[in-house]
């Protein structure tokens, strides 16, 4: 089974604070790598995505990091607010599949 | 522009009875997925299709659930009989796939089932 795997399970960060979420894939024919933002009774939300022709990416408050050679990836986010709590998923897929497969999760809270 | 659209939102059974879910992806949007998402656990796909056929389904236990999609538009997930293991969120999620670079995935907000 591709797999990807995520950590931490959660992660508690002061309002201003960094929150950094890592990533670690091992189907080397993923080339799209989002990262998905789901609050509680709400489906996932596309928060930010990269490919691995770039090994960074910004939007925001969100940054994500690739390293191609460790096949790792990783979201930061920047100045975290009580509104980034929430639950966030990484993904990846493979161009012409489109099948994502999803990291089991990490549970941010951002204290206030 | 319309979200994707699934009902009921929420769900109880009892073991061994049947449930269906019903899902309209976004207009135009030729791939669409069914995904099972435990309490605490990722989204696992269970189905993909590419407009009316099914381009994965190596995920779905095929002696209780199974998933059709007529005409490439609507779709529905039945399971048939449920278990207690079956508890989860069922989200429906739809993309336009072109083939042409990425290609988000839009979610719906789920059925929460609850089997006891």
């Known amino acids: 089974q591709q797999q990807v795997k995520q950590s931490p399970q959660s992660l508690i960060v002061q309002k201003g604070g960094i929150s950094i979420i890592n990533c670690a894939y091992e189907?080397?024919?993923?080339?799209?790598f989002p990262w998905y933002q789901q609050f509680p009774g709400k489906g996932p939300a596309l928060l930010i995505a990269?490919?691995?022709?770039?090994s960074e990416k910004k939007e925001g408050r969100f940054t994500i990091s690739f390293n191609k050679s460790a096949k790792q990836f990783s979201l930061h986010i920047m100045d975290s607010q009580p509104g980034d709590s929430a639950t966030y998923f990484c993904?990846?897929?493979?161009?012409?599949?489109?099948?994502?497969?999803f990291g089991t999760g990490t549970r941010l809270k951002v204290l206030a | 522009e319309a979200g994707v659209a699934q009902s009921p939102r929420y769900k109880i059974i009892e073991k061994r009875q049947s449930v269906a879910f019903w899902c309209n992806p976004i207009s135009g949007h030729a791939t669409l997925y069914w995904y099972q998402q435990i309490l605490g656990q990722g989204p696992k796909l269970l189905i993909q299709?590419?407009?009316?056929?099914?381009?994965?389904d190596s995920q779905l236990p095929k002696d209780r659930f199974s998933a059709e999609r007529l005409k490439g538009v609507d779709s529905t997930l039945k399971i048939q009989p449920a278990k207690l293991e079956d508890s989860a969120v069922y989200l429906c999620?739809?993309?336009?796939?072109?083939?042409?670079?990425?290609?988000?995935?839009?979610f719906g907000q789920g059925t929460r089932l609850t089997v006891v």
């Open positions: 993904a990846g897929a493979a161009s012409g599949t489109y099948k994502y497969i």
């Open positions: 299709f590419q407009n009316n056929g099914v381009v994965d």
């Open positions: 990269i490919r691995p022709d770039v």
């Open positions: 999620a739809s993309s336009l796939a072109t083939g042409h670079g990425d290609t988000e995935a839009f």
């Open positions: 189907n080397t024919a993923f080339d799209y």
